[in-house]
């Protein structure tokens, strides 16, 4: 089983960008499909975007063409990186990982988006 932890969550201004980092510890990290969701005050949590083990990718609409994901299983981490960001993105992100019947979440890191 892998633990998660989030990372590079902060203040920026509209049109800037972030990257997000997940650290996993454990085993078979490799093995595991990846997700990032987004929970904004108020709302429920939204999936943001999706690899499988064997890296295809998936998106929500909101964020297609500016939000790329992306592992290193080399390293343990999946990451998200965020470009021309929207006020509207602001929110708490998580990070997800799949593997069977097994699911296991981070704390989350907090992103903030300025007008």
């Known amino acids: 089983q892998v633990q998660l932890v989030e990372s590079g969550g902060g203040l920026v201004q509209a049109g800037g960008s972030l990257r997000l980092s997940c650290a996993a510890s454990g085993n078979r990290f490799s093995l595991y499909a990846m997700a990032w969701y987004r929970q904004a005050p108020g709302r429920q949590r939204d999936l943001v975007a999706t690899?499988?083990?064997?890296?295809?990718?998936n998106y929500a609409d909101s964020v297609k063409g500016r939000f790329t994901i992306s592992r290193d299983n080399a390293k343990n981490t999946v990451y998200l990186q965020m470009n021309s960001l929207k006020p509207e993105d602001t929110a708490v992100y998580y990070c997800?990982?799949?593997?069977?019947?097994?699911?296991?979440w981070g704390q989350g890191t907090r992103v903030t988006v300025s007008s």
């Open positions: 690899i499988t083990s064997g890296g295809l990718t």
């Open positions: 997800n990982g799949v593997y069977g019947s097994f699911a296991t």
